[in-house]
């Protein structure tokens, strides 16, 4: 029997033990997240274990509904303590979840604390922990340098005005880079009750009145100017279901002023409207080298009630089986032979899409970078070993596994990078299979690249990190 999450943990073979040594302390490039910029700016540490580990955390607040936790405990105003407790009272039940080995990895790397969390260890894991908290100040940027993190991408809405950025710069004190990402989610969503509201706050940010569709891409494409003066070279999409519907000029200006009067706009019509800015940008993030990311499958907010009372991000959300195959390719066609398409990074939520996904890469991939086009890494509900596994070995059966850009954090928490220590090992478990099957010959050497390459040099190659 192995010890309990050893220095041997997911690591079977000695191929997959070597492979992890060789990249174990590569530095982190995050990619995509959504940490803070405020939080990083104002730099203020910790109060306790229950702030770093439990606020935000939709993740970990799904799995205690599970079982069993009252809200008042999860989301409530309940005190710190009893909120950990809580917390800690769930973890024997959670065998099998990545949150398990999560939870212990961040206790081990930040604390070196290696005794299994339950009711019974509660008590004096809340006190060491909470002690080293105090004594070392656990403030943002600190967990960020001693996470060996190179740079920081956060996400951000177009209309931000990305003053926290801007500070950060000015400052020029922190070591690591915290750049903004382009997310315009808000601008996508026309027939949302929100489109309004940020359609003012776009206006605001521009300073001029929005009053056609042309008009909302000239702003767009301003504001992307604006975030590329900070450094951007990442956007991100969230799509569900992926839109494909063409419309002439004269009916995306009539489905623009419908949605500006606050008119009801039918869902071919948003179709429509979706994927004509999505192309639009698509043509401006491939002029500026840009990155554009594809999140593709959720069904956010299932639960109503709980939707009302808490807000979106709360851990009701989960995944959706939508066709994408045709609509995907139409996408990307309609990119590829019009304004451009950019680099691009394909996630996809639901696994019965692996392959889809998987396959459409080799569709449009040139020689403007290597791996032009990526699957992404095991997203959301598939950021766990099975879901890792099954994601590598789609691209790896499809495509070029030693072009992959690797791990996203994806994480609200200063706390979560390890589970890029999670993914390196998963990651060299599964070469290192294949070498001891006979299935790709010894070379160490070689090998060892890859995964250095796989866990940071080839993201920062391809967003442009190392110039």
């Known amino acids: 029997m192995k010890p309990f999450m050893s220095d041997d943990f997911l690591l079977s073979t000695p191929t997959a033990k070597a492979l992890f040594e060789a990249c174990r302390n590569e530095p982190i490039f995050d990619w995509h997240c959504h940490l803070s910029p405020k939080e990083i700016?104002?730099?203020?540490?910790?109060?306790?274990?229950?702030?770093?580990?439990?606020?935000?955390?939709?993740?970990?607040?799904?799995?205690?509904?599970?079982?069993?936790?009252?809200?008042?405990?999860?989301?409530?105003?309940?005190?710190?303590?009893?909120?950990?407790?809580?917390?800690?009272?769930?973890?024997?039940?959670?065998?099998?979840?990545?949150l398990y080995h999560w939870t212990h990895l961040e206790l081990q790397r930040y604390f070196g604390i290696t005794t299994p969390l339950s009711e019974k260890t509660a008590g004096e894991i809340w006190e060491k922990a909470n002690a080293i908290i105090a004594a070392d100040g656990f403030s943002p940027r600190s967990l960020i340098e001693r996470s060996n993190v190179r740079c920081v991408c956060t996400t951000d809405d177009p209309a931000d005005s990305l003053e926290y950025h801007e500070k950060l710069r000015d400052e020029g004190k922190f070591r690591v880079k915290v750049l903004p990402a382009f997310r315009p989610d808000k601008a996508l969503a026309i027939e949302a009750p929100a489109f309004l509201p940020w359609l003012?706050?776009?206006?605001?940010?521009?300073?001029?009145?929005?009053?056609?569709?042309?008009?909302?891409?000239?702003?767009?494409?301003?504001?992307?100017?604006?975030?590329?003066?900070?450094?951007?070279?990442?956007?991100?999409?969230?799509l569900n279901p992926v839109p494909f519907r063409k419309a002439s000029p004269e009916e995306l200006e009539h489905i623009f002023e419908k949605a500006a009067a606050g008119e009801p706009v039918a869902p071919e019509e948003a179709e429509s409207y979706r994927t004509a800015l999505l192309t639009a940008l698509a043509g401006e993030y491939?002029?500026?080298?840009?990155?554009?990311?594809?999140?593709?499958?959720?069904?956010?907010?299932?639960?109503?009630?709980?939707?009302?009372?808490?807000?979106?991000?709360?851990?009701?959300?989960?995944?959706?089986?939508?066709?994408?195959?045709?609509?995907?390719?139409?996408?990307?066609?309609?990119?590829?032979?019009?304004?451009?398409?950019?680099?691009?990074?394909?996630?996809?939520l639901n696994p019965k899409d692996n392959y889809v996904l998987g396959s459409m890469l080799g569709n449009f991939q040139t020689?403007?970078?290597?791996?032009?086009?990526?699957?992404?890494?095991?997203?959301?509900?598939?950021?766990?070993?099975?879901?890792?596994?099954?994601?590598?070995?789609?691209?790896?059966?499809?495509?070029?596994?030693?072009?992959?850009v690797g791990m996203v954090t994806d994480s609200r928490s200063f706390l979560s990078y390890p589970r890029h220590e999670y993914f390196r090992r998963i990651l060299c478990e599964y070469i290192g299979n294949l070498v001891e099957n006979g299935e790709y010959p010894a070379d160490l050497e070689t090998l060892s690249g890859v995964v250095r390459d796989i866990s940071f040099g080839n993201a920062a190659r391809y967003f442009g990190l190392e110039k």
């Open 41 to 98: 700016w104002e730099n203020e540490p910790a109060k306790d274990l229950t702030q770093l580990w439990l606020g935000g955390d939709h993740y970990k607040w799904r799995a205690e509904r599970s079982c069993g936790v009252p809200e008042e405990l999860i989301t409530g105003d309940a005190p710190a303590k009893d909120k950990f407790f809580a917390w800690a009272g769930c973890m024997p039940k959670l065998i099998g979840n990545p």
């Open 200 to 238: 003012g706050a776009l206006q605001k940010a521009v300073g001029r009145k929005i009053d056609s569709f042309e008009a909302l891409k000239a702003a767009l494409f301003e504001r992307v100017e604006r975030f590329a003066s900070l450094g951007c070279r990442a956007t991100d999409h969230a």
């Open 286 to 348: 491939a002029r500026r080298g840009w990155v554009m990311e594809l999140h593709i499958g959720p069904i956010r907010n299932n639960n109503s009630a709980a939707f009302k009372k808490i807000g979106p991000d709360a851990g009701f959300d989960s995944i959706d089986d939508n066709p994408v195959a045709a609509k995907l390719s139409a996408l990307l066609d309609a990119m590829a032979s019009g304004e451009g398409l950019p680099k691009t990074v394909l996630f996809c």
């Open 367 to 404: 020689d403007e970078a290597f791996g032009k086009l990526q699957f992404g890494s095991g997203w959301w509900f598939n950021d766990n070993i099975s879901g890792m596994r099954a994601q590598m070995d789609a691209l790896a059966n499809l495509g070029a596994l030693a072009t992959f």
